[in-house]
């Protein structure tokens, strides 16, 4: 009997001239499948993994690039910190950004894990690192109809350099996690950060820095669970993500110890006058900063950078530290992709 239902059903419908209505395209599956679609790409066979030839005062070396997604409209290049840190402890964004739409690459700097590796002192400079990122944004095919930056840390000094000498191929910056001025930066270290701690343990953190043995094991004993523990990434050290205790094990030193100094407890490097502040007005892409309570830098410094730049936006992580990214993620990634979309349909 339903079979005859259906048959008179449909008689009906040819009847009046009408054929039954074919089911609406599922919009979201559409977009899903553009974003996974690789074709055309020339990085296909590698997973979006490209090493990226970039030229230097010192000769010619390889930087380590991976792409995840397709978007036209949104791809955000990621500048890890350290210096001399790698992309991993970014590898949270697998959890957000693609459900975003939003096209990312990883990027290992210049000495940094899956890069090349010179051991050349002078290539650990703030502008030829600058130089460099736009090597990679050119060889990427990143222009100002589609291409973000997102620093984090010394990622985002990075940024703020970049962003002054070529904003012209920006779409909008993200400044996270980082100061404007080093000088500031160990200013709340040392009036803020370093009173609240346990003053015995500081006194011998200082003592091995004064004799410069950052490579005592009683150095790290010490500054993990009384500092990074509490301002770096705040869960017990045995608790820390995955890609955030793999990346650090790569750190490279050599370029972290003579542009940042010995630890996150401040800056000794050779940055330690670096200061942008005064120049914040001329940053005139849409840009956001993000702060966090517990940050190693102080949050009311950055969101007064949000408001020195033209058109700034201050995103605040109320239980987050320096890698916000994991202590308060949700906050996070969600403020981060809002302003994408905000700037990519004008609504910003």
């Not at 054929?19 to 066979?45: L, W």
């Not at 001399?84 to 990312?104: K, L, N, Q």
């Not at 000498?165 to 996270?176: F, P, V």
Request: charged share 20%; net charge negative; proline share 6%.
């Amino acid at each position: 009997m339903r079979l005859v239902a259906v048959a008179l059903g449909l008689l009906s419908l040819a009847a009046c001239g009408s054929t039954p209505s074919s089911p609406a395209p599922d919009s979201a599956a559409t977009a899903r499948a553009a974003y996974f679609d690789t074709t055309g790409r020339t990085d296909i066979a590698s997973g979006g993994v490209r090493m990226i030839p970039i030229k230097t005062p010192k000769g010619d070396f390889r930087v380590w690039t991976k792409r995840v997604g397709n978007n036209p409209r949104i791809k955000v290049l990621l500048l890890h910190g350290g210096p001399g840190a790698t992309h991993e402890y970014f590898e949270a964004a697998d959890s957000y950004f693609p459900a975003a739409s939003v096209e990312y690459y990883y990027y290992d700097q210049l000495g940094s894990a899956f890069s090349d590796q010179p051991t050349d002192e002078s290539l650990w400079d703030l502008p030829r690192f600058v130089d460099e990122v736009e090597q990679v944004r050119s060889a990427l095919g990143l222009n100002q109809d589609n291409f973000f930056l997102l620093g984090q840390s010394w990622g985002g000094m990075l940024a703020i350099e970049y962003a002054l000498k070529y904003q012209q191929n920006l779409k909008g910056l993200i400044i996270s996690n980082m100061v404007s001025s080093i000088p500031a930066y160990n200013e709340y270290a040392n009036t803020v950060l370093m009173p609240a701690m346990n003053q015995t343990v500081l006194a011998e953190i200082k003592a091995l820095e004064a004799k410069k043995q950052y490579d005592s094991p009683r150095y790290m004993e010490l500054l993990i669970p009384n500092f990074y523990a509490e301002h770096v990434l705040r869960r017990p050290p045995d608790q820390w993500p995955e890609p955030v205790t793999r990346g650090f094990a790569k750190l490279n030193r050599a370029i972290y110890v003579k542009m940042q100094g010995p630890s996150e407890m401040g800056a000794a490097g050779d940055l330690v006058n670096w200061d942008r502040t005064a120049d914040l007005k001329n940053i005139t892409v849409p840009t956001l900063t993000i702060g966090a309570r517990f940050d190693t830098m102080d949050p009311n410094h950055m969101e007064m950078m949000a408001k020195a730049v033209p058109q700034g936006r201050y995103l605040y992580c109320i239980n987050g530290s320096h890698l916000a990214m994991y202590d308060d993620q949700t906050t996070y990634f969600t403020g981060i992709t809002s302003f994408l979309k905000d700037v990519d349909s004008g609504k910003f």
